[in-house]
């Protein structure tokens, strides 16, 4: 088990149903990240958290919605997702102002399936 | 914009035998690079991590070389065993930037 730990570990949710994905680090860093991993498609990085300031959006659309309370926690609040949504959802944190690292360690993911 | 690629995307060899892992990528202004391990739908597990500065990273059975230069990367496992049977994952971290680039992965099968 990483210091990194994500729940639910799977979620099946309807079109219109609202939920929210959580993450948690233990390792003292101040960066998080979520990322998606469809089939067959390379991880694609969602939002970058530095220091609880949301740093990057890499064009998602506004159904999905981060929310970042401190440097030890972040979640992904989900609404109105569409069937192509469905996908492991990924959370990884780092320490990028650590020099010589900014290695990144990940959860185990959620499993999402959108009916 | 940084592409990583890993060929093949899948692999399959005989317990015992020693294999090598290939990671490219475009942008050869790096700041580090990183090998994952990927159980079936379990999240990553970080296994070794190369600064740019650096040509090579070792722990146990694993080796990942880095050639800034010609854009590649290599992981290799000496003496395979069944439990290696995962997908590896190669990622890049440009300069200035906090964006992982993903490749697409190796899915390495180990018959016993």
């Known amino acids: 088990e990483t210091g990194v730990t994500q729940t639910p570990r799977h979620l099946v949710m309807g079109m219109t149903n609202k939920k929210s994905l959580k993450c948690e680090q233990h390792?003292?860093?101040?960066?998080m990240y979520w990322y998606k991993q469809s089939a067959k498609k390379p991880l694609e990085l969602m939002f970058v958290y530095n220091f609880k300031e949301q740093t990057e959006n890499n064009s998602v659309p506004s159904r999905f919605s981060p929310e970042c309370p401190n440097s030890s926690h972040l979640f992904l609040h989900l609404h109105t997702l569409q069937p192509e949504d469905s996908a492991l959802y990924l959370c990884?944190?780092?320490?990028?102002?650590?020099?010589?690292?900014?290695?990144?360690?990940f959860g185990p993911g959620t499993r999402l399936t959108v009916l | 914009k940084q592409e990583v690629t890993q060929i093949p995307a899948a692999l399959s060899v005989p317990e015992g035998e020693n294999l090598v892992l290939n990671c490219s990528f475009t942008d050869s202004a790096i700041y580090n690079l990183q090998w994952f391990r990927q159980d079936p739908g379990k999240g990553l597990t970080s296994l070794l991590l190369?600064?740019?500065?650096?040509r090579e990273q070792t722990s146990g059975r694993l080796n990942a070389s880095l050639d800034k230069s010609s854009g590649r990367s290599t992981l290799y496992i000496a003496a395979s065993q069944p439990g290696d049977s995962a997908t590896y994952l190669c990622?890049?971290?440009?300069?200035?930037?906090?964006?992982?680039?993903f490749g697409t992965g190796t899915r390495l099968t180990i018959i016993p």
């Open positions: 990622a890049v971290l440009l300069f200035g930037n906090e964006k992982l680039t």
């Open positions: 190369i600064q740019s500065s650096q």
């Open positions: 390792l003292g860093h101040n960066a």
């Open positions: 990884a944190s780092s320490h990028p102002g650590l020099a010589g690292d900014n290695e990144q360690f």
